[in-house]
């Protein structure tokens, strides 16, 4: 599984380099001399993709450009690169969602495995947010009473209750909730309590 690997480096040499390793390897190579220059042309999310990423640049340092990416709500995986081992770098790096951190310079063998699990880990990623999506889409097809019945029955509560809290009768709230099974595509409660937990619903 290749894919696309996004290089953000000041070294025209190193970049030079790399390209040349990760394309022999199959990968696709897109890259930036600068933080700024990645920023401006917003790499696509939706296919497998990676940033390998230099620590120390002019203008905007890797995490820096880290932090700017999850503001805009990237998921793409950092694997950082550094010529100088700074833990408190790393470990700041590492807790803001950073993939891995390599020192230059770099075993291929090593570079190219963090790359294949930084792409895998894009990959299940992408799938789960086209899941989520999905889901939301079915959730919003409920009508306005329907919601208010599966924020009732998926916190645990009885027909009964729901139709006490909602002035109905039970008969009416079992109609709802069999068509909110149909919508959501669900054939037990357990799994509608999944997905409204996956939702927020339940927060």
């Known amino acids: ?3 696309i690997v996004h290089v953000v480096d000041d070294d025209a040499s190193f970049r030079t380099t790399i390209q040349g390793l990760l394309e022999a390897a199959g990968y696709r190579v ?3 001399s600068s933080a700024q220059q990645l920023l401006d042309q917003q790499p696509d999310e939706n296919g497998a993709a990676c940033i390998l990423l230099d620590v120390r640049m002019p203008g905007m340092s890797g995490p820096e450009l880290q932090s700017r ?6 998921t793409l995986p950092i694997v950082f690169l550094t010529g100088y081992a700074d833990i408190t770098v790393t470990v700041k790096a590492i807790k803001a969602g950073a993939h891995d951190f390599l020192i230059k310079p770099v075993n291929s063998d090593e570079l190219l495995k963090a790359l294949e699990k930084a ?3 894009h990959e299940t990623v992408r799938a789960l947010k086209g899941e989520l999506e999905a ?11 329907q919601r208010q019945v599966f924020e009732i ?4 509560k009885t027909n009964k209750h729901a139709a006490r809290e909602l002035g109905s009768t039970e008969r009416t709230i079992k109609a709802h909730r069999q068509v909110i099974m149909e919508k959501m595509n669900v054939q037990s409660l357990a799994q509608l309590v999944i997905i409204a937990e996956r939702l927020g619903v339940l927060a």
């Open 30 to 32: 897109l890259t930036y």
């Open 119 to 121: 792409i895998a880990r």
């Open 135 to 145: 889901l939301r889409s079915r959730l919003s097809t409920l009508t306005p009473r």
């Open 1 to 3: 599984m290749a894919g």
């Open 153 to 156: 029955i998926v916190r645990g």
């Open 69 to 74: 990416l999850t503001e805009f709500g990237s």
